[in-house]
């Protein structure tokens, strides 16, 4: 794959990025060239910011190609190690001051077990963090937040088609202006679109770098397997419990625990285990005991809550 349009890539770093030119930049980045780019491009930035030369940080890309481009067409020289070694600590040292230098201020939104909260971004964009979750922004750059746990995000849209970023430990989400979930629980991302149009960027080492989405689609990733799960779902079922219910269509009770311990961090034991591969349909208000009362009715079974365990028998 060819490098794309340098116009591309300047406008890509610079947050101004059609949906796109994106998914272009961000598909060439996951090959060798693109990972050879992209480390050029940190040490440049890295380079302008500590000296002072460019307080913006921006960088030339004309430039980092161009310079790629000779080095690549030089013959390859061997450096003794202590020589590298040498390098590595300078380029270290040089990130470590300008990091100091311009810390940025940190917004830190976060829920408790049985809690959700609502937050109107400076952009105009609306959050709405589910129980047990984190998500932490920049004040001075609100488009771009870092999740644990679970939200739903209505992006706002911007005249000049800034890019919004939701980041996980597994991906990244990529969008413009459209509704979606994600869930980060469990060692995998999930990500439901509801309206709208989103692109998720996969680590460099998966088979499939990007990943493009339509309303209606449900994607599971898992880093640690490298597994990509692509399904069409009905969005409602994974966002009702911003609407404070819980909509089951033939669930099996093993997932709704997993809800259930996931929102209200009790878990659960089962004298018959068979009995959480039996599937539950219909919908209930969020509260756990309205929902053990339904299990209870639904399978004639007992459960009994002590500390933070229910018990079945």
Known sequence: MSAPDYKHLQRYFREQATLEEAQEVLTWLATAEGQRFYSAYLDERIRKESTGANLTGEVDIRMVIQTIESQTRQPKQLYPYYTVAAAIVLLLLAGAVFWINRTPEWSTLSTVYGETQSVALADGTQVILNANSVMRYRTEDPREVWLEGEAFFQVKHTEADAPFHVNTSDLVVYVLGTEFNVNTRRAKTDVVLNQGK?????????????????????????????????????PQVYTAWTQGTMILNHTPLREVFQRIEDIYGVRVEASDPSVLGQELSGQVDQDLELIILLIEKSFDITITHRANVLYLN
């Open 198 to 234: 989103v692109v998720l960027s996969l680590p460099a080492n998966n088979a499939d770098s990007t990943v493009e989405m339509q309303p209606g689609d449900r994607v599971r990733y898992s880093k640690a397997k490298q597994t990509v799960e692509k399904q069409i779902a009905n």
